[in-house]
């Protein structure tokens, strides 16, 4: 079954870092482009970030941009989203999706980021 | 960036009945080339992540029950749930691919009347 699994969530300060992961399988991981999507507490779904299949053209939000750096591993088949700066408003669970046609299909399981002192 | 606006927000359906969802462009997501509507739907349910509903307005995802089907072009679409069960519970979202960023409505969350 296609998989993607992310890790990396957690609790922490604000100002403080994190970096999240996410492993792909069964599937062609380097044709895909990925996106990582946040679902804030009582919130709707958010595109924070994409890259391309090759790594060469990426995209942020304007919310996240100069904080947050998305970046890929096509031989480890893995995303990874390096996040600075964080701010309370960043807490959400963070999903990260494969994108080949336009819609984003397959979908990771998501991860929990708490920014809280 | 275009944006996306559902209506409801909220919505009430008895089981066994239809549940009518409607997404809003803010600009068509219709390419004249391929005369394809850029438009998905997804289901989100507590602890669980997105599921692809619905693509290119009207084509059902993988294993996707055939209650659920999708509608529109231009810059109106609709989701449709033919005869509501009670796992349909959740919140539903369409997403425009037309272009970058890919942009989602606010959700529409769907209970039991």
């Known amino acids: 079954e296609v998989q993607l699994v992310e890790s990396g969530g957690g609790l922490v300060q604000p100002g403080g870092s994190l970096r999240l992961s996410c492993a792909a399988s069964?599937?062609?991981?380097?044709?895909?482009?990925m996106h990582w999507v946040r679902q804030a507490p009582g919130k709707g779904l958010e595109c924070v970030s994409a890259?391309?299949?090759?790594?060469?053209?990426?995209y942020y939000a304007n919310s996240v941009k100069g904080r947050f750096t998305i970046s890929r591993d096509n031989s480890k088949n893995t995303l990874y989203l390096q996040m600075g700066s964080l701010r309370p408003e960043d807490t959400a669970i963070y999903y990260c999706?494969?994108?080949?046609?336009?819609?984003?299909?397959?979908w990771g399981q998501g991860t929990l980021v708490t920014v809280s002192s | 960036d275009i944006v996306m606006t559902q209506s409801p927000d909220s919505l009430a359906v008895s089981l066994g009945e239809r549940a009518t969802i409607n997404c809003k462009s803010s600009q068509s997501v219709l390419y004249s080339s391929n005369n394809k509507n850029y438009l998905a739907w997804y289901q989100l349910k507590p602890g669980q992540p997105p599921k692809l509903l619905i693509y290119w307005a009207s084509t059902r995802g993988s294993g996707v029950p055939d209650r659920f089907s999708g509608s529109g072009s231009g810059t109106d679409y609709t989701l449709t749930i033919s005869s509501l069960q009670a796992e349909d519970v959740a919140v539903y979202y369409c997403q425009q691919y037309y272009t970058t960023p890919r942009t989602f409505g606010q959700g529409t969350k769907l209970e039991i009347k």
């Open positions: 999706a494969g994108e080949l046609h336009g819609w984003f299909d397959p």
């Open positions: 890259i391309n299949a090759n790594g060469d053209d990426k």
């Open positions: 069964r599937f062609t991981f380097s044709i895909y482009g």
